[in-house]
């Protein structure tokens, strides 16, 4: 049995053949059961996302020409294209990388923003439209089982999720790294923009308890308002509304400062030197720099922001080299415990058929043992089933050790000694 | 006994690698050998204190040798409530390996002979009077060490360069919040540490102040810290200025600690390290 993996992902194909290849749940329920025969496609299981569509099977190893084929034409089906449309578009992994690409998907190292954390749900749910129509067997249950550990350990032990790589996050981020919490936090937003909604969201969900807005038309203030149930401040109050603010976000489309280094001074002294955070998303600037050399305030422009941004994913890349390394080790691991899966049958078989000699023996020079007692019956099976165990074990592990080592001639050679593939 | 000192140092070096490499790659599995080989080093030392209580027969904080132990022993005190109570991990892969090399010269340092001057086993008060003054520097230690967190950190917010520390080190005002209360717990053992000594003092040569060094140094520590604790709580003093504070004062405890051993004076007694 081969692993077998083949998709489109954004690196491959454009937003136009990607969409005409996305399934539902149901179109993908219903594409595996057509998929999945039994003969040739054993397993298989299709992961669907904005930005890869993968179909991922367990094909009989004799029929792997044919079955790959299968699954590429499957996709130009789904799509409504002729046969061989997409061949430039698709990647396609056989096994050992079969499994890679997987573990790598889920750990989010091949996202187009590497460490966001929805394609591991996204992966779950594929696996659970498989599971529900039947086409999810040992071999993909093992294998989606090991990637979520994996997914899991590369979360963990890596730092690839751990910096916000986006301007609207960026407030939560430096916020977090000037108060240990955000709860209780008091957010001020001047000027009622959708990038200024957004960062404001993310502090709210961040623990921020409380939000004011202030802007020149009050009305749009009211709207946002409603929205976040935050409270609106009169423009001309900004500087009281200062005072209580820890993080402000600045977006309006003024063409002057809206905040002066001197106001900045003032609230810092009626704040009793608590820190502020402010942050200035808007072009041309709306908090005269000057504001930064305040002590215990800390400004930061859209340009800073955009600088963390790459230092964030200079860190994420950092991260994922050592992800790398994770499902590295991971897919070898996985690769082994497959191979002592298809010696496990094996090994039984041949203690089966030994011991069914010895029986057979047994059965055949009864009678000239005369009469024996139970005991005498029973010591005599004992002797002989142990006797075939302990001459069979080192067979045994030769075939588990041939299996490890990946010297599949040696494995077969053994199971042909014993006759065991009838 | 010296080799129940050796394992300890071994459990405090391999807290201090372990504490570094979570430090710079952040990993939590690294980061818990770190927590669980200072926890395992600390019961160690604890008993390694206790024995040579036995053995020798008086609190063992007098020599040169059990001064340096004991007050390894007291920054892995303050350091493990430190990291329960605020998960400042970044302190540790600085203050393990000082421990360390503490705990390493308390192992090379003279033994000393095994009885120390009856005068000063004796009464209590001065046992007291040190274990206090060193759980003190243990306290204004973490000061210091958040004061330089703190600066390193403030300066990475303002300048915008946000390099490999910024990513480490914990927020600013969990910081401002430790050394705030390190230095309260500081001070307050410290002003007790001072009384005991003035007490004992009095009762064995009838007089409170002495004049030397160690004395002069101490005073001037107490009042820096208490100038920080002030304004911090009256003033409202956070930031830049009550870090470089917190700096200071720790270079008047350094003197306080090693600096009398060089200008001499009354608390100096041959080969016994004065607190």
């Known amino acids: 049995m081969s692993i077998i993996l083949v998709g489109v992902n954004h690196k491959t194909a454009p937003v136009e053949i990607r969409e005409r290849l996305a399934f539902s749940d149901e179109a993908c329920a219903d594409g595996l059961r057509r998929l999945v025969d039994g003969e040739i496609v054993r397993e298989g299981l299709i992961v669907s996302t904005c930005n890869r569509v993968e179909i991922l099977s367990a094909i009989t190893a004799e029929q792997l020409e044919s079955g790959t084929g299968r699954l590429a034409e499957f996709l130009d089906a789904t799509a409504r294209l002729p046969t061989g449309f997409l061949i430039n578009h698709l990647y396609q992994h056989t096994d050992e990388e079969a499994v890679r690409h997987l573990f790598r998907v889920a750990s989010s190292l091949d996202s187009m923003v590497v460490g966001e954390p929805q394609v591991l749900g996204q992966v779950r749910h594929a696996y659970s439209v498989a599971v529900e129509a039947g086409t999810a067997g040992r071999i993909l249950n093992r294998l989606v089982h090991h990637t979520f550990r994996v997914a899991k350990r590369v979360r963990n032990e890596t730092g690839i999720a751990a910096n916000a790589v986006s301007i609207s996050y960026m407030a939560v981020e430096l916020g977090k790294k000037i108060f240990d919490s955000l709860k209780g936090c008091t ?90 955070c402010f942050i200035d998303i808007s072009v041309p600037r709306n908090i005269e720099p000057a504001v930064g050399k305040v002590p215990n305030v800390f400004l930061f422009d859209i340009d800073d922001l955009e600088s963390v941004i790459t230092s964030n994913i200079r860190e994420r890349e950092r991260e994922a080299e050592r992800a790398e390394l994770i499902v590295q080790s991971e897919v070898m691991q996985f690769q082994q415990s497959l191979r002592l899966m298809d010696v496990g049958p094996s090994i039984g078989a041949l203690r089966e058929k030994m011991q069914e000699v010895a029986r057979a023996e047994l059965v055949r020079q009864r009678k000239r043992l005369g009469v024996l007692t139970e005991e005498q019956e029973a010591a005599i099976e004992a002797l002989l089933v142990s006797t075939i165990n302990k001459i069979s074990h080192p067979i045994m592990n030769q075939m588990r050790r041939f299996y490890e080592t990946t010297e599949p001639d040696a494995a077969q050679s053994s199971k042909d000694i014993f006759e065991l593939d009838e | 006994m010296r080799s129940l000192l050796a394992t300890v140092l071994a459990a405090y070096l391999i807290a201090a690698i372990h504490s570094i490499l979570a430090f710079i790659n952040k990993r939590r599995s690294v980061q818990r050998v770190a927590e669980w080989a200072t926890v395992t080093g600390f019961v160690l030392h604890t008993g390694a204190l206790v024995v ?6 008086h609190y063992p904080l007098f020599f040169l040798r059990e001064t340096l132990s004991f007050l390894a022993w007291a920054l892995v005190a303050v350091y493990a409530l430190v990291l329960y109570r605020y998960r400042a991990q970044a302190v540790g892969a600085f203050t393990m390996p000082l421990i360390s090399v503490l705990v390493f010269f308390a192992l090379l340092a003279n033994p000393g002979p095994s009885d120390a001057p009856a005068a000063f086993s004796a009464t209590r008060l001065f046992p007291i009077h040190t274990t206090l003054v060193i759980f003190a520097y243990a306290a204004f230690f973490i000061v210091f060490m958040a004061s330089v967190m703190y600066l390193l950190q403030e300066r990475e917010l303002k300048l915008k360069t946000f390099s490999a520390i910024f990513y480490r080190l914990p927020p600013l005002t969990t910081i401002n919040e430790l050394a705030t209360s390190a230095a309260v717990v500081g001070l307050t053992l410290l002003t007790l540490g001072i009384a ?80």
């Not at chain 2, 870090?243 to 008047?252: D, E, H, I, N, S």
């Open chain 1, 187 to 276: 957010v001020l937003l001047v000027g009622a923009g959708e990038m200024a909604e957004l960062s404001a969201r993310h502090l709210v969900n961040a623990g921020a308890s409380r939000v004011l807005i202030t802007n020149r038309t009050e009305e749009t203030a009211r709207q946002l308002a409603a929205e976040f149930g935050a409270v609106t401040v009169p423009f001309d109050q900004l500087d009281h509304a200062l005072t209580e603010a820890d993080v402000v976000i600045c977006s309006t489309g003024a063409p002057t400062y809206v905040l002066t280094e001197g106001q900045a001074r003032r609230s810092l002294g009626r704040r009793r030197n608590r820190p502020t």
């Open chain 2, 52 to 57: 040579d209580w036995m053995i020798d027969g």
């Open chain 2, 196 to 275: 005991t000594g003035m007490i004992w003092s009095w009762n064995r040569y009838g007089r409170f102040w002495h004049n030397d060094p160690k004395e002069i140094f101490a005073a001037l520590t107490w009042l820096v810290y208490l100038v920080l604790i002030i304004y911090r709580s009256t003033a409202d003093w956070r930031g830049r200025r009550a870090a470089w504070l917190g700096v200071l004062g720790f270079a008047l405890v350094l003197c306080t600690l090693f600096g009398t051993r060089l200008l001499g004076g009354y608390h100096k007694f041959g080969l016994f390290l004065g607190i």
